[in-house]
């Protein structure tokens, strides 16, 4: 299993800032998933990050609106830009390893 | 579009009767199918998985019954505890050259274990 940290846990955002989430892993993945799950909804990939290129994005979600780091094989990063409150949702980061995903905690996004 | 239907959306068991949620899929090439466990607050945790060759897998009071000819698969928990009040999301893994793996979720059941 791996163990997942994600920060914030929640916050409290203005219309029109950014939100940068940050999702440390505790050992070395090819791959990094972020996914959005709005209030008592499924979970949706917003995109796939892999270590050294560039993030691949699911259909209805663009890297101008939820640019995507990956600086290492431990480490990753979400930003979500100019919000609006539709983009309040819970934010989870996961990773594969052996025979499951694995979540962080999630942040949970308010946008007011 | 939904490549994994989970059915039903809410459940209400009373304690020490027996939940059963049921997904069913179409694509073929999904190899790998786990079910998740998510209480309010906290990230969806891996609670069992099976793989398409097996019918049957069992931990616990958990159990997934998989049927690869009619595409479906569903969770029972036996002996259902007012701690298995959650929500329950059924997956299934995809591969693809661009991305790697990927998990396609249900939407979700929300169980509710009365004492």
């Known amino acids: 299993s791996a163990v997942i940290s994600q920060k914030p846990s929640r916050d409290i955002c203005q219309r029109g800032t950014s939100l940068t989430i940050q999702c440390q892993v505790d050992?070395?993945?090819?791959?990094m998933f972020w996914y959005r799950q709005q209030p008592g909804q499924s979970l949706t990939l917003i995109a796939t990050?892999?270590?050294?290129?560039?993030?691949?994005?699911e259909s209805g979600f663009v890297i101008d609106k939820f640019p995507i780091s990956r600086p290492n094989l431990t480490f990753s990063t979400l930003t979500v830009s100019n919000m609006s409150p539709e983009d309040s949702s819970i934010y989870l980061c996961?990773?594969?390893?052996?025979?499951?995903?694995?979540f962080g905690q999630g942040t949970r996004l308010t946008v007011v | 579009q939904q490549q994994v239907k989970q059915s039903p959306q809410s459940l209400i068991v009373q304690k020490g009767g027996i939940s059963i949620i049921n997904c069913a899929y179409e694509?073929?090439?999904?190899?790998?199918f786990p079910w998740y466990q998510q209480f309010p607050g906290k990230g969806p945790a891996l609670l069992i998985a099976?793989?398409?060759?097996?019918s049957e897998k069992k931990e616990g009071r958990f159990t997934i019954s998989f049927n690869k000819s009619a595409k479906q698969f569903s969770l029972h928990i036996m002996d259902s505890q007012p701690g298995d009040s959650a929500t329950y999301f059924c997956a299934a893994r995809s591969w693809n050259s661009n991305s790697g793996y990927a998990l396609n979720f249900g939407k979700g059941t929300s169980l509710l274990v009365t004492p």
């Open positions: 099976i793989r398409p060759d097996v």
């Open positions: 694509n073929t090439a999904f190899d790998y």
């Open positions: 996961s990773v594969v390893g052996g025979l499951g995903a694995f």
């Open positions: 050992s070395q993945v090819t791959m």
């Open positions: 990050a892999n270590q050294g290129s560039e993030a691949t994005y």
